[in-house]
């Protein structure tokens, strides 16, 4: 993807207006800017300097611009503004938006924030946060209208203009009965569309699509791509309507989950921060365990390698050829691990389809190896005779259908018994097929050549 | 992400009735379904089986279920089925579904289907296949309500009334004066709840967002996201509305492009078909280039070897931790690389931003190179004594550190030369650390060993 959205190439961008402070310039300009822009351009600058901008909007458009930044820089703004300014910015956040402020702040720093709210606001607040991390619960949006399924088309258009700008997703109307369960949604477009006279109930096709507020919010993702609605019901156990998880929202789930895939198949685990802001000691606590594990494993080529010490000193000549066949079976399985994790990741194949994936993949895996085999036969040749020359092209062909095989199996495996597949990261992959590719390799020279006695 | 979506657990899937041909039960089961779960149930079934069911569905549903099934499935129905029974399915497509069915077709298909469309439809048809592959064009809808900003809101909704159904987008209405351009948008939300007599414009807050119909839709993507939008207008060069591309379409193309980054990371080539689909003999061609490309780089692995035969030979026991040293520095640089390439994606870190990354990396680089230096020393003194100790641990330190730097910044370079970050594929990091690797192990062996003479 791009880097930067497109901008008017004749204007000076809002960041370095700020950066210089030409407030002048910047109280002109502010007005035709969209509070997206504005919320952008305001990233990674002082607290102060927020307020100082902040100052220079109208009252209404702060709360929005708010909304847009990251929840540690709104912390830092909350904690620097005074009450006065920072209790309307808060109050201004919509649910989803206040929980992911709430949910990353040590008990001092909620302290302090819920300070700003109303009693009802935090025991609300506090709701939500009691739904499990990464639920529907903590994600969905819990201002919504209702209409019920008896009332006419008049009726219920009249109410929605009574409860006004409540609620994002004032787009998708939910009827429910008397006690608040969901019976059905309809959409704004068909309501306004029909004759009033008509009833509610009559617009409800099928039974509601819905999740539970416990569920896990790649599950409300994925409902959201099925069904192609931007807004999902989120309910209790008894069927209650609680809120509504919206498409934009899911949108930056599907981002966040494919970013955890990437990391950990990249051997790396989950940096959930931005990488800009991720400190040294974080990255570092991330990385080493994996690195320190892989070392312990790669041991075991070690040992294989001293177990052959006695080819390898007769024929130098093959300790050439091993980055060559031990990288190929790890670049082969790395292929094949990373097409599986994020076909199983996307839903694209299950764990059922197993078999006819082994054969295809057994089937490439092979026509791959006998590729390479061919492909290095000739730099064999050159580097230690026909025999040498035998032996790597054949360990090639193995090593490389093996790496593949490893590659495709493990995610598959580890998918069937409840684990991420990404757990079988890349270098996981690559270092268990260097191990077998070590293992392969010299027990066909061992095997084949004709070793001079010493 | 979960693989399967909920169900009711008491019943039997729906894919089974079909399976099993159990008409009567199907019969009574289709009417309680949602469309997309109707075409999910049919995913993989033979173009007759698919009439079958389609046969038993009402005729206003078929083309709903039929616009959730994927291209190729839906070119096999339209071949399979009768004109009486395609035609309704084709021209119940949207434009942007009609499009993505098109542009996969080889041209004799394409005309064996344009044949059911009129004429006016096919001309449209062409047009939108005349914008770029993957661009705004491409994706949009052209079918959508605009209204002039002179008009009262009571005009307006009245207008939106008489053109009923048309459009996804009539959530969003679009504002154009007398020669088509876009004046701003605004959601039938606010034309409801304002007052019937005000005028449209005076609801338009802004400029109106917008992207041209030949820019990438990974652009459009970004916009959607950065402005929380359902719709972005598609305008052409002198501004003139074409279209609008919705939150939904978008949210495909993020997944297909973490798709095409997971691949080229993983360093296949991007496969853009399901994988379960794709072909053995795509999946080959797909991944051969890489492997080949790679052997011939491992030959510098090689030859670094062969360079300090006489070392090895003389102290053989080196070799026991070649592939722990080697293969550490590979782990490290596509642990970076990994970070690196998703933050460039998702416009986490800009390439400005270099200077404080790569600071940043090399505090953590020789951190982890530190720690991996120690915990391997033990283990040289025991295979090797003081000496042997001492080289594998600085080697490892610095192989780690070198490994990372190079996983870090090789993206960053290839982003700054307008190449794709993601070409720096784990594999190829791994490799370039791994001929690195062997140079500074070696050196660093040559230099510090005790040769005894052979």
Known sequence: ?????????????????????????????????????????????????????????????????????????QYQILSAADDELGIPLLRGLSADDR????????????????????????????????????????????????????????????HIRRQ??????????????????????????????EKPDKEVQSLISGPPVSIDAGESRNEAARAIQHYDITALPVVDSHGVLLGAVTVDDV????????????????????????????????????????????????????????????????????????????????????????LMVRALAIGDVMARDWLRLWGKELGVAIALGLTMGVAVYGLGLWRGGAEVATVVSLSMVLVVAFGSMIGMVLPLLLNRFGFDPATASAPLITSIADICGILIYFSIATALLTIPAV
């Open 251 to 338: 949108m930056d789930v599907v981002e966040e989950e494919a970013t955890e895939d990437f990391h950990k198949l990249g051997g790396v685990g989950v940096v959930g921060l931005s990488l800009r802001d991720a400190r040294p000691s974080l990255l570092y606590r991330k990385r080493v365990g994996w690195l320190v594990l892989l070392v312990f494993m790669n041991i075991f080529g070690g040992a294989g390698i001293a177990y052959f010490e006695a080819t390898i000193e007769a024929v130098i000549a093959l300790v050439f050829f091993l980055p060559l066949i031990v990288d190929s079976g790890g670049n082969a399985g790395s292929q094949s691990a990373t």
């Open 99 to 158: 929980t992911s402020l709430l949910e990353d702040l040590k008990p001092e720093q909620l302290q302090e924030i819920l300070r700003l709210l109303s009693p009802a606001e935090v025991r609300h607040a506090m709701e939500q946060l009691g739904y499990p991390e990464q639920s529907a619960g903590r994600l969905m949006n819990t201002e919504f209208v209702t209409v019920r399924p008896n009332w006419s088309l008049a009726r219920a258009l009249d």
């Open 164 to 193: 006004g700008e409540k609620g994002d997703g004032v787009n998708t109307l939910y009827v429910t009965d008397h006690r608040g369960r969901l019976q059905g949604t309809i959409s704004l477009k068909r309501l306004v569309l």
């Open 1 to 73: 993807m791009e880097q930067e959205l497109p901008q008017d190439p004749g204007k000076q961008p809002l960041r370095e207006l700020i950066e210089s402070g030409a407030y002048e310039a910047l109280a002109e300009r502010l007005p035709e800017e969209h509070v997206q822009d504005i919320a952008h351009a305001l990233e990674d600058f002082e607290p102060n300097m927020v307020l100082e901008v902040f100052g220079m909007l109208p009252g209404e458009e702060r709360p929005e611009v708010f909304s847009y930044l990251d929840p540690p820089q």
